[in-house]
């Protein structure tokens, strides 16, 4: 469990402690891949917490892995194919196995999934503030920093005003908007005020299960709309493309279930000139090193929301952890996710454990 600096607002209401469960996969060479899960302690964002996440992982997901021989990372989500869904799941297990893939080949996780980038472009997510002179203040401060753009969390009543003094002030930054499904189409004429404001995009606006409406909105707004929460998986992107529910797609490791249809989703993407970027879940240093080395993939254009450590906690669990300068991360060429476990603080920050025989 790990406290964040500071606590983190969206239309749904306030989070500040992050729980989440380190998977760390051993072989017999004594390589030890890891990975995170992203479920939030509630089910806010999509159906699986923190809760379901250990269940379906210990009853279902490490059974499967333990029956079946993995010879590739890929395999892992075959292999999980016959459960349904509860994709935070699957990702934090299939995580831990193509890191470890990464470091028995003795190659970068980035390299491992065909990245090439040396460095990603990195923006940042900033919750609902207690005043606009609160966000105003926090936005200065990040773009200072050299953050590539901000994205401002959303919500009736916090949302046209709020980001027109927002451009006001800051005519030349990239901002977009996130509205974590806020809305409905009886807000049509509300959200499309926002096409005056020079938006990157606006992230989910209506039903975190909506497609349909979505293109409905898409083609009377000039503003791209991004799909986040809406899309768990290829088939759902390739079929929101073709309804023209979005123009641009966040891609999170964990929501997907895991870097392989990530991967998947991302190349279908940049065969369809629809642009995408790495999303972010308020992960620990082992979730943000494979957001990194995802975003090292080509396809992956628009700054992401990968932020550095030192923006959520006072101490990750990674060393080192991850910075950002001028807005850019500078990818770790070390095998694997190329961050080694910081084991003190993985162990002051740990409640439970179990092991697994294989
Ligand atoms: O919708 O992208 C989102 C945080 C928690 C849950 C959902 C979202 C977010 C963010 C912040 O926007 C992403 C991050 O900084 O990790
Ligand atoms: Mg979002």
């Known amino acids: 469990m790990m406290r964040l600096k500071d606590p983190f607002t969206t239309s749904f209401g306030t989070m500040q402690d992050k729980e989440f469960y380190i998977i760390?996969?051993?072989?017999?060479?004594?390589?030890?891949?890891?990975?995170?899960?992203?479920?939030?302690?509630?089910?806010?964002?999509?159906?699986?917490?923190?809760?379901?996440?250990?269940?379906?992982?210990?009853?279902?997901?490490?059974k499967i892995l333990q029956e079946n021989e993995v010879n590739h990372p890929d395999d892992v989500s075959k292999l999980f194919e016959p459960i349904k869904r509860n994709n935070m799941a699957k990702s934090a297990l299939e995580g831990a196995i193509w890191d470890l893939y990464a470091k028995r080949k003795n190659i970068s996780l980035a390299a491992a999934l065909g990245g090439k980038k040396k460095e990603i472009d990195?923006?940042?997510?900033?919750?609902?503030?207690?005043?606009?002179?609160?966000?105003?203040?926090?936005?200065?401060?990040?773009?200072?920093?050299?953050y590539k753009r901000i994205k401002?969390?959303?919500?009736?009543?916090?949302?046209?005003?709020?980001?027109?003094?927002?451009?006001e002030q800051?005519?030349?930054?990239?901002?977009?908007?996130?509205?974590?499904?806020?809305?409905?189409?009886?807000?049509?004429?509300?959200?499309?005020q926002l096409d005056d404001l020079n938006l990157t995009m606006i992230e989910q606006p209506l039903g975190h299960d909506d497609i349909v409406d979505h293109a409905?909105?898409?083609?009377?707004?000039?503003t791209p709309i991004c799909l986040d929460e809406s899309i768990h998986s290829l088939e759902d992107t390739r079929k929101a493309i073709q309804l023209g529910s979005c123009k641009i797609i966040n891609i999170k490791i964990g929501r997907v279930g895991g870097l392989t249809e990530a991967k998947r989703?991302?190349?279908?993407?940049?065969?369809?000139?629809?642009?995408?970027?790495?999303?972010?879940?308020?992960?620990?240093?082992?979730?943000?090193?494979?957001?990194?080395?995802?975003?090292?993939?080509?396809?992956?254009?628009?700054?992401?929301?990968t932020a550095g450590s030192s923006r959520?906690?006072?101490?990750?669990?990674?060393?080192?952890e991850v910075t950002v300068d001028n807005g850019i991360i500078k990818v770790p060429n070390k095998p694997g996710i190329g961050y080694d476990i910081d084991r003190d603080a993985l162990k002051a920050f740990t409640v439970s454990e179990k092991v697994f025989e294989f």
């Not at 401002?152 to 451009?167: E, F, M, N, Q, S």
């Not at 959520?312 to 080192?320: A, G, L, N, Q, V």
Request: hydrophobic share 40%; charged share 25%.
């Open 24 to 62: 760390e996969a051993i072989d017999t060479d004594g390589n030890s891949g890891f990975g995170e899960s992203v479920a939030f302690t509630s089910p806010w964002y999509s159906e699986e917490t923190v809760k379901t996440n250990l269940h379906v992982m210990e009853d279902f997901l490490i």
């Open 265 to 305: 989703i991302h190349d279908y993407c940049l065969e369809r000139g629809i642009e995408v970027w790495c999303g972010g879940m308020l992960e620990a240093g082992v979730g943000r090193s494979h957001n990194i080395a995802l975003t090292t993939l080509s396809g992956f254009t628009l700054p992401g929301d």
């Open 170 to 192: 800051f005519p030349d930054t990239p901002i977009m908007a996130d509205a974590n499904s806020a809305y409905t189409l009886a807000d049509i004429e509300h959200l499309k």
């Open 122 to 146: 990195v923006g940042i997510s900033i919750g609902i503030q207690p005043t606009v002179k609160d966000l105003l203040n926090t936005v200065e401060h990040y773009i200072k920093e050299g």
């Open 152 to 167: 401002i969390k959303v919500k009736p009543g916090w949302d046209v005003d709020v980001l027109r003094a927002v451009r």
């Open 216 to 222: 409905k909105l898409q083609a009377v707004m000039k």
């Open 312 to 320: 959520y906690w006072e101490k990750d669990i990674i060393t080192p």
